[in-house]
Nanobody, 126 residues
Framework: QVQLVESGGGLVQAGGSLRLSCAAS????????MGWFRQAPGKEREFVAA????????RYGDSVKGRFTISRDNAKNTVYLQMNSLKPEDTAVYYC???????????????????WGQGTQVTVSS
């Protein structure tokens, strides 16, 4: 079992930045694909970013490309999401997720992830 705890959310003005952290425990995440998803009120969960355990390759949702960066520190068993140029439409609860990493590709679909954190709220004011 992998336990995930997100932190770093909060209230920020449009154009500002936040860095989310996802601390894992229970197992090392060095051989897990890791992802970030978000869900705004009344909307479906949306893929944000993911990073492969095999080669640290990354993929991003279209709405965050060029603004968000995912990274991992296996020594700290932690994944990060650096969010720049934030927009009001980025307001959501952000969730960290871990996938067992058996696929060669990095999943962008929530159903492929096995473990989830409780989420952290990000609110961007206009």
């Amino acid at each position: 079992q992998v336990q995930l705890v997100e932190s770093g959310g909060g209230l920020v003005q449009a154009g500002g930045s936040l860095r989310l952290s996802c601390a894992a425990s229970g197992r090392t995440i060095s051989n897990y694909h890791m992802g970030w998803f978000r869900q705004a009120p009344g909307k479906e969960r949306e893929f944000v970013a993911a990073i492969s355990w095999r080669d640290d390759s990354t993929r991003y949702g279209d709405s965050v490309k060029g603004r968000f960066t995912i990274s991992r520190d296996n020594a700290k068993n932690t994944v990060y999401l650096q969010m720049n140029s934030l927009k009001p439409e980025d307001t959501a609860v952000y969730y960290c997720a871990a996938d067992h990493g058996t696929t060669w590709y990095v999943p962008a679909v929530s159903e492929e992830y096995d473990y989830w954190g409780q989420g952290t709220q990000v609110t961007v004011s206009s």
